[in-house]
Nanobody, 125 residues
């Protein structure tokens, strides 16, 4: 069992930056692929970014490519997403997720086994 706790959300002006963190419990964090998803009001949850268990591969939604960077520190059981050049359309609840094994695509929700409670990011124009 893995518990995930996100932090770092808040209110920021357009063009600003935030770094979200996701702290995981358990000794097997390094075995999990990790992802970030987000859900805006009235919309379905969507993929943002993912990183392989080793950190050697990362994946991004087209909408955030070049602005967001995902990283992980296995020694700290933590995954991050650095979000730069934020836009009002980035406003959403951001969720961290852990996958025991990705058998399909990193951007598919059903690949992930554990989810955090989410952290709100609001970008004002």
């Amino acid at each position: 069992q893995v518990q995930l706790v996100e932090s770092g959300g808040g209110l920021v002006q357009a063009g600003g930056s935030l770094r979200l963190s996701c702290a995981a419990s358990g000794r097997t964090f390094r075995r999990y692929s990790m992802g970030w998803f987000r859900q805006a009001p009235g919309k379905e949850r969507e993929f943002v970014a993912a990183i392989s268990w080793s950190g050697g591969s990362s994946y991004y939604a087209d909408s955030v490519k070049g602005r967001f960077t995902i990283s992980r520190e296995n020694a700290k059981n933590t995954v991050y997403v650095q979000m730069n050049s934020l836009k009002p359309e980035d406003t959403a609840v951001y969720y961290c997720a852990a996958a025991i094994a990705i058998t399909g695509s990193y951007n598919q929700e059903d690949e992930y086994d554990y989810w955090g409670q989410g952290t709100q990011v609001t970008v004002s124009s």
